[in-house]
C-alpha cells in the first residue's frame, strides 16, 4: 500500500511532465500498463520507452492531476487531465481516470480508462488553455 508521501511524489513528477521518470522510479520491473481494453504493455522498460516516445512528438504539454485521489488499500484511482500540442501543429485534450494495483510504494498494474475520441487529432488553437474554466 503506498503512503500518501509516495504518492505526492508521483504525482509531483507526472505534473512536472516527467513521465519517463515516474515510470523508472514508481513501477514494477514486470508491471503492466493498458489503455481501455488494449493488450497490456508488460514491463517497466517498455513503459520508461513509451513515454519518452510520446514526449518527443510534443511540442508543449500539461499534466494536471485532478482531486481528490481515491485509495483503498492498494488500489489507488487517479483523474488525469492532459494537454498536448503535437509537433505537427495539432493538439489533444485528454481526460482519463487511472486504476492502479500497488505492491507497497511500487505500482504492479494499471489500467487507463478514457473516450478514445479524445485521441482524434484537433487544431492546437482549439485547446483550452490553463485558467480557462474546466
Given at each position: 500500500m503506498p503512503t500518501a508521501e509516495t504518492l505526492e511524489r508521483f504525482i509531483a513528477l507526472v505534473e512536472r511532465n516527467?513521465?519517463?521518470?515516474?515510470?523508472?522510479?514508481?513501477?514494477t520491473e514486470h508491471s503492466s500498463m493498458?489503455?481501455?481494453q488494449a493488450p497490456p504493455r508488460v514491463g517497466r522498460d517498455k513503459h520508461v520507452a513509451n513515454e519518452r516516445a510520446v514526449l518527443a512528438r510534443a511540442k508543449s504539454m500539461r499534466s494536471h492531476c485532478v482531486r481528490p485521489l481515491f485509495v483503498e488499500g492498494n488500489l489507488v484511482v487517479i483523474r488525469w487531465i492532459f494537454d498536448f500540442?503535437?509537433?505537427d501543429g495539432t493538439a489533444m485534450?485528454?481526460?482519463?481516470?487511472a486504476y492502479q494495483r500497488w505492491e507497497g510504494e511500487k505500482?504492479?498494474?494499471?489500467?487507463?480508462?478514457?473516450d478514445p475520441a479524445q485521441k482524434i487529432?484537433?487544431?492546437a488553437d482549439t485547446l483550452a488553455q490553463p485558467g480557462d474554466a474546466a
Amino acid at each position: 500500500m503506498p503512503t500518501a508521501e509516495t504518492l505526492e511524489r508521483f504525482i509531483a513528477l507526472v505534473e512536472r511532465n516527467e513521465h519517463d521518470l515516474a515510470c523508472e522510479q514508481f513501477y514494477t520491473e514486470h508491471s503492466s500498463m493498458q489503455e481501455n481494453q488494449a493488450p497490456p504493455r508488460v514491463g517497466r522498460d517498455k513503459h520508461v520507452a513509451n513515454e519518452r516516445a510520446v514526449l518527443a512528438r510534443a511540442k508543449s504539454m500539461r499534466s494536471h492531476c485532478v482531486r481528490p485521489l481515491f485509495v483503498e488499500g492498494n488500489l489507488v484511482v487517479i483523474r488525469w487531465i492532459f494537454d498536448f500540442v503535437w509537433r505537427d501543429g495539432t493538439a489533444m485534450h485528454l481526460e482519463e481516470l487511472a486504476y492502479q494495483r500497488w505492491e507497497g510504494e511500487k505500482i504492479a498494474q494499471e489500467t487507463f480508462f478514457f473516450d478514445p475520441a479524445q485521441k482524434i487529432p484537433r487544431h492546437a488553437d482549439t485547446l483550452a488553455q490553463p485558467g480557462d474554466a474546466a
